[in-house]
């Protein structure tokens, strides 16, 4: 009896404990929420700051409302990338809807500064392809924050540009040191439409428009301001290893590749390759009689305009078949170059073959030929290897009509030729793995060009040529090319 009394009334205190609960939670709402019923707009121009009360991310950005504020007074802070922070302090009042509204670019103390330098000084300076009639070195200022395009031109320098950030408040700094062009001007992937910096090749043509062969990207054409690229993707280019470039008397481009030879004249590809013994061509040259002798890896090819004719080891006397230079002298015969048996000289009926054996040379520079060039004087000069290997040794020679001998090149070692060049003078220039040198006939007194004492944009030199105008244009393996200009 006593334990239902005990229950009854432990249920009689829970009952009334719920009600006060009950009474409690539905209650109006105290004084302490009615006071913070104030409203906060805030805008900005730009938009999207971030917004800060009293020092506290509030996880808004602009435009945004903020709801249950505190009255009274609140400190407003406007962070935007870029620009100086933005401190407001607002007073609130109960039960009204209050706004903000700040536009960036109407405060001068968010502008920035760009501190312009440039090596040499006294270069023009445009902003976002705009001159600014002003010159380095100089502070621009009452800048935006953002980004700005900044160019630098001076006389006789390589034009440049780049891209600055300007902060607000913030002096930012932007410097440029300009290629001087007022001898030496280069052309590489960085600053130029030029497909590749890996040469292989060059010539001019009748239209002074210079030619270059890559080792990677295919042929470009320059004349002076355009650039052209030409590959197996964008044109009937075979192959976008180019092995040799020459022009013919009707300013037709002859291009040599790994896959085969094809022509050029400005409109019309033509293939060739499948009257060819083999599908690597090395070398390309025209003789008196307008005929064109091709060099390739299975054999030497004549051909007169209609007829094709082709010579190897099993139908006369030359000693290979891998041919890797060809040349004509003043007397119309044809100078073969193979790439183990020495040289082979052809008249059109007799064969002679020069090598180790019977060159009566005292040191022996090798009968890998590189390459093969004559001049107007009777002269031929090769470049021998004695090894297929790359920095092997070797050598450049000089027949005069009736002996042999080796060439001492002044300052350049022996084993680094590369190719040899004749200009419409009789200068011979000699390119090599470590620069670039010329002399008439002296070889000793030859000057040498190199990345030290000139601006020859690479060390090896695989092309040498001169154009109409009498600049000289080196195209290097690495380096891109070079123009060295007539003064």
Known sequence: MNTKIIASFLLLILIMILISCEREVFNNEPEEVLKKNVTLFIDSKPSNAQIYLNDRNTGFRTPAFLKWLDEGSNKITLKLDLFKDTILYKFLTPFKQESIFVNYYLNPGHYG?????????????????????????????????????????????????????????????????????????????????????????????????????????????????????????????????????????????????????????????????????????????????????????????????????????????????????????????????????????????NWKVYNMSNMNLSKNVGDIIKEIKCDKRGNVYVAHSQSLMDNAAGGITRFNGNQWEVLKLNVVPSDLILTIYIDNDDMIWVGTRNGLTKFYDNPEGALYYNTINSKIPGREVVGVAVDKNGNLWVATFGGGLGKLKKQ
């Open 113 to 349: 500064k760009v501190y312009c330098t440039s090596f040499p000084s006294g270069a023009n300076i445009y902003l976002n392809d705009s001159l600014t009639f002003l010159t380095t070195s100089v502070i621009l200022t009452k800048l935006f924050p953002g980004y700005y395009k900044i160019k630098y031109t001076k006389e006789f320098h390589r034009s440049d540009s780049g891209t600055v950030l300007v902060k607000g408040s913030i002096q930012s700094m932007f410097h440029l040191s300009l290629e001087d062009t007022s001898l030496w001007v280069s052309y590489r992937t960085n600053n130029s439409k030029i497909s590749s910096n890996l040469l292989a090749n060059i010539v001019v043509d009748e239209n002074n428009v210079v030619w270059i062969g890559t080792r990677d990207k295919g042929l470009c054409r320059f004349d002076g301001k355009n650039w052209n690229i030409f590959n197996k993707t964008n044109s009937q280019l075979l192959n976008d290893n180019i092995n040799y470039l020459a022009v013919d008397k009707n300013n037709k481009l002859w291009v040599a590749t790994s896959a085969g030879l094809q022509t050029y004249d400005g409109k019309i590809w033509v293939n060739y390759t499948n009257y060819l013994p083999g599908n690597y061509v090395s070398s390309v040259t025209f003789d008196n009689s307008n005929n064109v002798w091709i060099g390739t890896d299975n054999g030497l090819v004549k051909y007169d305009g209609i007829n094709w004719e082709i010579y190897n080891t099993k139908n006369s006397k030359m000693p290979g078949n891998f041919i890797t230079t060809v040349a004509v002298d003043i007397y119309n015969r044809l100078w073969i170059g193979t790439n183990v048996f020495g040289i082979v000289v052809f008249d059109g009926q």
